[in-house]
């Protein structure tokens, strides 16, 4: 039997909330890989232990320094849980700090090197300018998006010097300083829900995060990355393949544009499902929030026909094209 083609994506930061806790124990228990992180984390609270709290604390798993090292390791345990026999995982993306996730289960970086990015950049991530995040919703109730409105809410934005963070399928997530997100919802055109702050969210992908960019560059040698085994897909949309890959270059993007530019996860959708036409798009744990908008990306594309929210529905009740970890219903149709 010919295996299924997939397109593996890694989420990023806001993935593991309350529903969340436990993940690691549930599905990743005993995992010697697990193990070998909980070691890494010298000093600090093993993920076990964090995974493992009563009680899930905003203040606490929300943090960068712990946010990042828990989605990690969810993401890449739940990576290695794929099951090879089925399925041939042909590109490799993600979203945001998704991407460090990404370099690993691309073979672009050994996977106790990506928890160590990812361990460090949840501390960097908080070395930053002021300023914070808040998502805006573009899409309509049928996930389509009126270019009038997007054109309305990017004026607005440059009037108010807000900068573009990420492109999320049909959302937008825009950073800036507190006053200029307080003007800014002030002058919004009708969205289909008011704009979202992101609490305990610095100025991610925007020049703002200099401080956090210098640290990862003095922190995590160059010297980890290589070429990857997998076609990794970053945040512009570009393909890194194996034998066109240049590890210098690779951890320069990593640490530089990566953290000071816009991260365009819409256009690094568009580029994995139009160049390798998966048979299915995984989407790791923890969560399944970037569920949304990568169904908002196939009803923009109308890939396999779906135009709207209501045939993205369809489709997925009739075979998924979107398998999600992070849900139970279809976890079992992924793993070993």
């Known amino acids: 039997m010919a295996k299924e083609s997939v397109v593996v994506v890694c989420p990023g930061r806001g993935t593991y909330n309350a529903p969340e806790l436990g993940y690691l124990a549930r599905h990743h228990g005993g995992s010697d890989v697990l193990s070998a992180f909980d070691a890494m984390r010298a000093g600090k609270p093993t993920l076990?232990?964090?995974?493992?709290?009563?009680?899930?604390?905003?203040?606490?798993?929300?943090?960068?320094?712990?946010?990042?090292?828990?989605?990690?390791?969810?993401?890449?345990?739940?990576?290695?849980?794929?099951?090879?026999?089925?399925?041939?995982?042909?590109?490799?993306?993600?979203?945001?700090?998704?991407?460090?996730?990404?370099?690993?289960?691309?073979?672009?970086?050994?996977?106790?090197?990506?928890?160590?990015?990812?361990?460090?950049?949840?501390?960097?991530?908080?070395?930053?300018?002021?300023?914070?995040?808040?998502?805006?919703?573009?899409?309509?109730?049928?996930?389509?998006?009126?270019?009038?409105?997007?054109h309305a809410v990017l004026a607005s934005m440059a009037l108010h010097g807000v900068l573009l963070s990420i492109r999320l399928g049909g959302m937008l997530v825009v950073a800036g300083a507190p006053t200029a997100l307080d003007a800014?919802?002030?002058?919004?055109?009708?969205?289909?829900?008011?704009?979202?702050?992101?609490?305990?969210?610095?100025?991610?992908?925007?020049?703002?995060?200099?401080?956090?960019?210098?640290?990862?560059?003095?922190?995590?040698?160059?010297?980890?990355?290589?070429?990857?085994?997998?076609?990794?897909?970053?945040?512009?949309?570009?393909?890194?393949?194996?034998?066109e890959t240049n590890p210098q270059e690779l951890w320069d993007y990593t640490f530089g544009h990566q953290i000071l530019q816009p991260y365009d996860f819409t256009a690094a959708m568009k580029v994995a499902v139009r160049e390798f036409a998966p048979d299915r798009v995984v989407l790791l744990g923890p969560g399944e929030t970037l569920g949304g908008a990568i169904g908002q990306v196939l009803v923009s594309l109308k890939w396999l026909d779906i135009s709207s929210r209501n045939g993205f529905a369809a489709r997925q009740g009739e075979d998924p094209f979107l398998i999600g970890m992070g849900r139970p219903g279809q976890r079992g149709f992924v793993i070993r």
């Open 48 to 150: 076990s232990e964090l995974d493992g709290a009563a009680k899930f604390d905003p203040a606490l798993h929300t943090r960068g320094d712990v946010a990042a090292p828990l989605i990690y390791a969810a993401s890449y345990l739940d990576f290695l849980s794929v099951d090879t026999d089925r399925f041939d995982v042909v590109a490799v993306t993600g979203n945001s700090m998704g991407w460090y996730t990404a370099l690993a289960c691309a073979g672009a970086v050994s996977g106790g090197h990506g928890f160590a990015i990812a361990d460090a950049m949840g501390v960097n991530s908080q070395k930053h300018g002021e300023g914070g995040q808040a998502v805006l919703v573009l899409a309509g109730e049928d996930w389509t998006v009126d270019p009038a409105v997007e």
């Open 184 to 243: 800014l919802a002030g002058d919004l055109p009708q969205l289909a829900r008011p704009p979202l702050r992101l609490a305990g969210h610095g100025p991610f992908h925007t020049p703002l995060m200099q401080a956090s960019a210098d640290a990862a560059r003095a922190q995590l040698p160059a010297s980890s990355f290589g070429r990857p085994e997998i076609p990794l897909i970053d945040g512009r949309g570009k393909i890194w393949r194996r034998f």
